[in-house]
C-alpha cells in the first residue's frame, strides 16, 4: 500500500485493470484511434489515439465510470480537496466528491466577464490544504501552468497533477523550464493504451504490405526510453525495424523487448562475444521477455561454437523465428584499424567470418555496403545487413565504410541501417519515405 501523499513512480491503475479501463473507453466512445494518424490534438498536430473525458456527459454511466477511477488516486494521496480544469473532467467533478467525500475547487484559466465575485476560482479552500489538479490527459504540460500557479497564489499545498493517461509528450522539460514543481501521477500512458489496442488487434501495428517492403532499420542508440517512445509512435507506421543496444541493458531485455515490439520489429543488437555458455544465457533471457524480436546479433568473431550456440538457444522453442545475424567488421573500421586488429584488409576479414557464420548456421551477416556485392555472389540465401548507409551529400560521421541507400540495395543488402540522418530530421516520417520513395523507387511508398 502507498503512504498517504506518497506520489508513486508507477501508474495508479495495475497491468490488468488498464486492460479494463481502455475497453471502457472504447465501449462509452471516450477513445478513438486511426492508424493514419488523422486525429486532431489541441496542439495542432495529429495523432492516431484520441483521448476524450468531455463527451462523457452524453452518458450518466460513463460519468459514473470516471468517479469510479479517479477514487482510486484521490484516496490513496490522501488530499483535503481536489482541483478540476475545466472542461474536460467538470461534467464528473460533482460526482466524484460525492463517491470520495472530499470537496472541490473549480481554477478556470481566464475569468468570466460581468461577475461579481471572482469566476475564475470557484470554492472556498483554506489556506495550506493539501490538494491535487485532475485532468483527463497530459501533453506538454502547457495547460497546467495557471492552475498550478493560482493554487500557490491561494497558499495551497499542491502534491500532485492525476491525469488518466500521460501522452509522454515532454511534459517533464516543459514544467521544469517554468519552475513549475509538479509531481504527475497517471493512471496509464499512451504507450499503455496504444500497446492494448494493438496486442487485441483493434489497431494494426503497421499497413503489413509496408511492412514486408521497407528494408530500413532505424538504429535508436544513445536515447533514453522517453526520448524514443515519441520517434516511434510516428515511425511506427512506417514499417521500419528499430534496432535497440544501450537501451536493452538500460531498460533490460525482458522489459524492453515487449514494449518496444508495440511499434515495430525489433532488431536486439546485442553482439554477443563470449563463450558458449554466456551466449546461451543471454539467448534465453530474450526467450524469457515472451516476445520475439526480429533478430539477434552476435560477433561472428566469437568463433562457430558461440554462433551456433545461440542459433540452437533460440530453436529450443517452436514459435521462435528470431534470426541470428552475426557482425562481421565494424564499418567504423577504416583499413588501417582493421589490419591492425585482424592482420588483413577488410574485405579478406569480412570474407573469412562470413565463412564461419555461415557453417555455424547463422542466418544472416552484418557487414559494411563496400563487401555486400561479394558476399551476395557467395551466400545468396542469406539476409545481409548494412549499417553505414548515408543518402548522397550526408555527413558520414563516425562511420568509414559507407554508401548510398541505392548503392547497397542494388548490390545485394536486404536491409539499411539508419540513425542520425532519420532521427535528426525536422520530420523522420518524412525522412523515410522520402527515402524509400526518391531514393529506392519502392511502390508501396509512392
Not at 181 to 188: E, H, I, K, N, T
Not at 226 to 244: A, H, N, S, W
Request: glycine content about 6%; some cysteine; aromatic content about 6%.
Amino acid at each position: 500500500m502507498y503512504a498517504l501523499g506518497e506520489v508513486p513512480s508507477t501508474p495508479w491503475l495495475y497491468p490488468e485493470e488498464r486492460e479494463a479501463v481502455v475497453a471502457g473507453l472504447l465501449e462509452h466512445g471516450l477513445l478513438k484511434f486511426d492508424n493514419a494518424r488523422s486525429l486532431p490534438l489541441k496542439s495542432g498536430g495529429k495523432t492516431d489515439v484520441y483521448i476524450n473525458l468531455r463527451d462523457a456527459r452524453d452518458a450518466p454511466a460513463t460519468i459514473e465510470l470516471l468517479a469510479d477511477l479517479f477514487s482510486i488516486p484521490l484516496r490513496r494521496l490522501g488530499i483535503k480537496r481536489f482541483v478540476e480544469v475545466p472542461d474536460s473532467v467538470s461534467c464528473f467533478a460533482g460526482p466524484l466528491a460525492m463517491k470520495t467525500g472530499i470537496p472541490y475547487l473549480t481554477i478556470r484559466e481566464d475569468s468570466k466577464a460581468n461577475r461579481v465575485a471572482d469566476a475564475r476560482v470557484i470554492g472556498h479552500p483554506a489556506k495550506f490544504e493539501s490538494v491535487c489538479i485532475i485532468d483527463d490527459v497530459i501533453t506538454n504540460g502547457e495547460s497546467k501552468i495557471v492552475p498550478y500557479q493560482k493554487c500557490v497564489d491561494l497558499n495551497l499545498n499542491v502534491q500532485a497533477l492525476v491525469v488518466l493517461v500521460d501522452r509522454q509528450q515532454g511534459w517533464k522539460k516543459h514544467l521544469t523550464a517554468a519552475g513549475v514543481d509538479l509531481p504527475v501521477w497517471p493512471g496509464m500512458t499512451l504507450h499503455d493504451v496504444r500497446r492494448q489496442l494493438i496486442q487485441h488487434e483493434a489497431m494494426e501495428r503497421c499497413d503489413p504490405a509496408k511492412e514486408k517492403a521497407n528494408p530500413i532499420i532505424v538504429a535508436l542508440d544513445g536515447k533514453s526510453w522517453e526520448e524514443i517512445l515519441p520517434l516511434v509512435d510516428q515511425l511506427r507506421t512506417t514499417g521500419c525495424i528499430f534496432k535497440v543496444n544501450d537501451l536493452l541493458f538500460n531498460q533490460g531485455i525482458e522489459r524492453l523487448l515487449p514494449e518496444l515490439s508495440v511499434y515495430g520489429r525489433v532488431m536486439a543488437d546485442l553482439k554477443c562475444h563470449d563463450i558458449k555458455n554466456t551466449v546461451e544465457n543471454i539467448c534465453a533471457r530474450v526467450r524469457m521477455s515472451e516476445c520475439e524480436p526480429w533478430a539477434i546479433t552476435v560477433h561472428a568473431s566469437g568463433g562457430f561454437e558461440m554462433i551456433k550456440a545461440a542459433v540452437q538457444a533460440l530453436q529450443l522453442s517452436g514459435k521462435w523465428h528470431t534470426k541470428i545475424l552475426a557482425v562481421t567488421v565494424l564499418t567504423s573500421l577504416d583499413q588501417k584499424t582493421c589490419e591492425e586488429i585482424y592482420v588483413r584488409q577488410p574485405l579478406e576479414q569480412v570474407l573469412r567470418l562470413a565463412e564461419i557464420a555461415h557453417a555455424a548456421g547463422a542466418h544472416g551477416l552484418v557487414c559494411s555496403p563496400q563487401e555486400v556485392k561479394e558476399l551476395r555472389n557467395r551466400y545468396p540465401d542469406m539476409i545481409l545487413v548494412s549499417p553505414g548507409i548515408r543518402s548522397p551529400g550526408k555527413d558520414t560521421q563516425d562511420q568509414q565504410r559507407v554508401d548510398t541507400p541505392e548503392a547497397a540495395i542494388a548490390n545485394g543488402s536486404n536491409h539499411l541501417v539508419m540513425g542520425r540522418q532519420i532521427l535528426q530530421a525536422e520530420d523522420p516520417v518524412a525522412e523515410v519515405y522520402r527515402v524509400l520513395r526518391d531514393e529506392l523507387h519502392i511502390s508501396a511508398f509512392s
